[in-house]
């Protein structure tokens, strides 16, 4: 194993773990998932952890009773060793796919699916990033308030985080769902304008006022004398009257 190990959202989600015993564990599920085993010294793994010895001693001997891991006494050249492995048992309850390949890859874990287009493997915090970068593009567009309201429906995680909802849609077409979350924007807010008293033709001359990219109304010939009638009478009562 490299000079780091790698931290899982299963190993939290699916089997609990935090802290030292998440640390330790993810320490031994490197190796293992290299297809070497684990037989580090206890000065080893309090380098890589910070912990103390008994600290280590101590959350090796809870992971090993709760069956997370496995442990074997073994003897080389005489001297006495300990050798720690997963337990397969629990990775596949948290649908953890054990490939016998040559490493013996532990390859598929919950909240991470493969890109088909280029092999890669995502988890789900990746892919709410790239969902939310995928969205800026559409900022000048569409603005940036309507871009995170949508962002924040469709990135919605499932109780498991396996997945975002909008990876549950049968069909999905980004700027299609793009265009009709703005058409029903668009109506609400015209919606909006008639709500709070006033007639509808008021209601219409002042959203037309307002808004005239939105609604263009169109007076008729009756409408517009009538109108400037009253906008002549209040003129002359210096526009202290209402209607």
């Not at 912990?51 to 997370?68: A, W």
Request: hydrophobic share 30%; charged share 30%; net charge neutral.
């Amino acid at each position: 194993m490299g000079r780091h190990y790698v931290v899982y959202g299963w190993m939290r989600q699916g089997l609990g773990l935090k802290g030292s015993m998440l640390e330790l564990y993810a320490l031994v599920y490197g190796y293992n998932a290299s297809g070497r085993e684990f037989t580090a010294s206890l000065d080893y793994m309090c380098e890589w952890t910070g912990l103390s010895k008994k600290q280590v001693i101590d959350n090796m001997k809870r992971l090993c009773d709760k069956g997370y891991l496995n442990k074997c006494d073994i003897r080389d050249n005489g001297m006495k060793m300990c050798r720690y492995e997963v337990d397969e048992g629990w990775l596949q309850k948290v649908n953890v796919v054990v490939t016998k390949g040559k490493l013996g890859v532990y390859e598929t874990t919950p909240n991470i699916i493969e890109n088909n287009n280029n092999n890669i493997i995502l988890s789900i915090e990746e892919r709410e990033w790239k969902f939310r970068e995928d969205l800026r593009g559409y900022e000048g567009r569409y603005g940036r308030d309507m871009i995170e309201a949508f962002y924040g429906y469709w990135s919605e995680p499932t109780q498991d985080r396996m997945k975002m909802k909008w990876e549950l849609q049968e069909t999905w077409d980004v700027g299609r769902r793009l265009e009709g979350w703005s058409k029903r924007e668009s109506k609400n807010q015209f919606n909006n304008n008639f709500k709070g008293g006033g007639n509808t033709l008021n209601s219409a001359l002042n959203y037309g006022t307002n808004n005239q990219k939105c609604f263009a109304y169109r007076e008729t010939e009756n409408e517009r004398r009538i109108r400037e009638e009253r906008e002549a009478i209040v003129a002359e009562l210096g526009g202290a009257y209402e209607w």
